[in-house]
C-alpha cells in the first residue's frame, strides 16, 4: 500500500524450496498495489536484511545472494532489476480505487537465486528477510 503499511510477507517454507541441482530457482509472486495518489504512480523500495542487502543465511552464517526483479503489471516483461535501498521511481499501474485491487493483481515480484550461488552454497536451509516498501508519488 502506498501508505506504508507492509505490503506482502514470502511464504517461509514451500516444498519447491528444494534446489534440485542445476538451474536456478525463481519465485515470482504477483501482488496488488494500491495508491492514494492520483493517477497511481508510486516508487518502491526493497532492502534485504544481508550485510550485502540481498542474501539469505544458513545457521552457521554463511551468505547466500539473490536478485529482486519489480514489475509495475503483473508479469516478467519489463520487470527491473532492485539494488538493496534504492528507491526505483516513476511506477504506475497501482489501483486506485480499491486497497485490494478486487482480488486484481497489479505488481510482480520476482526473487532470483543464480545457479552460481546455488552451486556454491553449502546445504542446509537458509532464511532472510526481504522488505518491499510503496510510497506515493
Not at 516508487?43 to 540481498?54: E, I, P, Q, S, Y
Request: proline content about 1%; some cysteine; aromatic content about 8%.
Amino acid at each position: 500500500y502506498a501508505d506504508h503499511r507492509d505490503l506482502h510477507s514470502f511464504p517461509t517454507r514451500r516444498s519447491s524450496d528444494l534446489w534440485d541441482g542445476s538451474g536456478r530457482m525463481v519465485d515470482n509472486d504477483d501482488i496488488c498495489v494500491y495508491s492514494n495518489s492520483a493517477g497511481g504512480s508510486y516508487k518502491v523500495t526493497a532492502t534485504g536484511d544481508g550485510a550485502n542487502g540481498f542474501e539469505v543465511a544458513n545457521s552457521s552464517g554463511e551468505l547466500m545472494a539473490y536478485r529482486v526483479r519489480w514489475n509495475d503489471i503483473a508479469g516478467n516483461s519489463g520487470s527491473v532489476r532492485l539494488q538493496s535501498g534504492q528507491t526505483l521511481s516513476n511506477q504506475t499501474n497501482a489501483n486506485t480505487e480499491s486497497h485490494d485491487c478486487d482480488g486484481q493483481e497489479n505488481a510482480r515480484i520476482r526473487v532470483i537465486f543464480r545457479q552460481q550461488e546455488l552451486a556454491a552454497a553449502s546445504g542446509g536451509f537458509y532464511a532472510g528477510v526481504l522488505n518491499i516498501k510503496i510510497d506515493p508519488e
